[in-house]
């Protein structure tokens, strides 16, 4: 279903641009990181990954000040960007799954004894 779903958000020229986005910002940290700190690239990689998604599990760390600068100016930017890329990935998902739910009803198969999670975000949204 993923995969599905990056396919076809793949074909708008909007959502291209945030995925390269994402991407060049994963890869200049990345970059920056086996440069300036000395890790290996996939520590290095990994690292980028888990600041941006604001993990931080604390097993890296800068140790530099140039990298612990670097690591502030990517935090602000970065977390922007990758949120703007996720998130279209997630309006996905959720539009498609009240769609599902619309056309069940449209049929006349409702669940409404089953709340669930849609049911909520459907409440949420006023559609129920």
């Given amino acids: 279903m993923f995969l ?5 958000l793949l074909k708008d020229p909007r959502f ?23 890790w290996r690239w996939l520590d290095s990689f990994y690292f980028s990954v888990i600041t941006l998604a604001t993990v ?6 800068p140790k530099t000040d140039l990298g612990k600068i670097f690591t502030v100016i990517y935090l602000f930017t970065g977390i922007g960007i990758l ?3 996720v998130n279209p990935i997630g309006e ?10 619309e056309k069940k009803k449209q049929e006349g198969k409702t669940f409404q004894d089953k709340i669930g ?3 909520l975000l459907g409440k949420l949204r006023g559609k129920k």
């Fill in 92 to 101: 996905y998902i959720v539009d498609r799954r009240f769609q599902k739910m």
């Fill in 117 to 119: 999670f849609s049911g």
């Fill in 16 to 38: 291209r641009s945030l995925l390269y986005s994402a991407a060049i910002t994963l890869a200049v940290g990345t970059v920056f990181y086996h440069t300036v700190e000395g």
């Fill in 83 to 85: 949120l703007g890329f």
């Fill in 4 to 8: 599905r779903t990056l396919r076809t």
């Fill in 56 to 61: 931080g599990y604390g097993d890296f760390a």
